[in-house]
């Protein structure tokens, strides 16, 4: 069956960089389709845990730094316009080892970008948190400004907003193209065909599947658990304002306070095994829970043996070194890849929209640490 409409852009992928590329393609008056092989913010995308922490530290990668803040001014007027609270401002708490070389490194950036921070020393973070315990750490920087994307809905509410500006959702499959030259439909796994000037593939982790020859090498999927502890009853610390969101940077661990009772969350950053997606197990693995229930004790001995209420399991869709992917197929001139948010993506999804929407347009050549050229098949994380 052919569909008989024909789109400017048809975008594939409703995770949060679909979506907002949809989303600003819209406001600029095109006319686009945005398809998902389920509903936005399911269970195995990326895009689907129940919340992602939005920081503008990043050491000293400006570009991130200026996307932050672009972005979380974009979420923020989002949730305005509906009424909907799904940024807590809980404030960032990054926490650095004896070496504070990052550290310094980020305050500078940040000055440099006019972001409001306070550097803490060890007597200061034990002041303010005397409900963690600060072995090992130097030093911290709290970013007041930062705090917690409520990210499965705050997905959801970009998509209807998307739709109420003429975006086209459609539940659907997409074949990914064998061709080369210039591509002039594609195909849904129903037997649809899907017509538009452009095509962006926003599929994430199946970025590697989809593209086998070019990207199967190039994105990483890793398996990466989270956890989340019930504080003990009637005890405040662990929620907001009294606890932020944290990154213990040495240890290679993070986690987002207790925000609508839903337990502190509890995650390791560290890339865990290659994973296939679609067929990844979603249940905790019981030595990666033993190991998270010894690190709380140690870190905050008032949740030790505290109830684990949930876990989820989800992939980090990694580059090579953590930059974002946002390029042009290498054979397909009118087909964008838009992926690799290697863990960091979620907070930057309205200016990494908004980047794409505008190199559409201008058809320009991308900046080059989002270029195909610049990703390499093996993993040197240098973007935290
Ligand atoms: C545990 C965890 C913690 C994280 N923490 C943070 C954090 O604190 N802060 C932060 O900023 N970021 C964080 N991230 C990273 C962030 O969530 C991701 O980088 C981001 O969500 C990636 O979005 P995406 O749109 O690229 O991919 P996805 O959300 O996976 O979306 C891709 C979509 O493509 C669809 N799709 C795939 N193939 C097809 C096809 N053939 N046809 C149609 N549709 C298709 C999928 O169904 C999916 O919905 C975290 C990630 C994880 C897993």
Not at 34 to 46: K, N
Not at 140 to 160: D, K, M, S
Not at 212 to 234: S, Y
Not at 257 to 286: C, M, N, Y
Request: glycine share 10%; charged share 20%; with cysteine.
């Amino acid at each position: 069956m052919a569909l008989q409409k024909s789109y400017d852009v048809a975008v594939i992928g409703a995770g949060v960089f679909g979506a907002w590329t949809a989303s600003h393609l819209a406001r600029r008056g095109h006319r686009i389709l945005l398809l998902d092989s389920y509903s936005p913010g399911h269970s195995r995308a990326s895009s689907g845990g129940e919340s992602r922490i939005h920081r503008m530290a990043y050491g000293a990668d400006e570009i991130y730094t200026h996307w932050s803040l672009r972005s979380l001014h974009q979420w923020r007027e989002l949730f305005a316009g509906k009424n909907l609270p799904l940024f807590r401002q809980t404030g960032v708490l990054w926490l650095a080892g004896e070496d504070t070389t990052q550290l310094l490194r980020t305050q500078e950036t940040l000055r440099r970008c006019s972001v409001n921070f306070l550097h803490l020393d060890r007597p200061a973070l034990e002041r303010l948190y005397p409900h963690f315990v600060f072995d090992n750490v130097g030093a911290g920087l709290l970013e007041p400004a930062g705090g917690v994307l409520l990210a499965r809905r705050a997905l959801v509410a970009t998509v209807q907003d998307a739709i109420a500006r003429g975006v086209e959702f459609r539940h659907a499959a997409v074949v990914a193209p064998r061709s080369s030259g210039r591509l002039s439909s594609l195909s849904t796994l129903a037997g649809e065909k899907i017509s538009a000037d452009a095509y962006v593939f926003a599929c994430g982790p199946w970025l590697g599947k989809l593209f086998p020859g070019i990207l199967g090498p190039r994105i990483f999927p890793t398996r990466q658990e989270v956890f989340f502890f019930a504080p003990p009853p009637g005890d405040s610390r662990f929620a907001p304002p009294a606890s932020p969101a944290w990154l213990f940077q040495d240890d290679q661990v993070y986690g987002i306070p207790d925000i609508e009772s839903r337990g502190f969350k509890v995650a390791l950053d560290w890339h865990g095994e290659l994973i296939d997606p679609d067929t990844q197990s979603r249940t905790v693995t019981p030595a990666v829970a033993d190991w998270v229930r010894s690190y709380i004790a140690r870190r905050f001995p008032a949740l030790a043996g505290a109830p684990l209420t949930e876990t989820r399991v989800c992939q980090y869709e990694n580059t090579s070194n953590g930059d974002f992917l946002i390029d042009r197929h290498p054979e397909i001139d009118n087909l964008w890849f838009a992926g690799g948010g290697s863990g960091h993506g979620f907070k930057h999804g309205p200016a990494f929209g908004e980047y794409l929407a505008a190199q559409l347009e201008s058809n320009s050549n991308p900046e080059p640490r989002f270029s195909l050229s610049t990703k390499q098949i093996h993993q040197r994380r240098s973007i935290f």
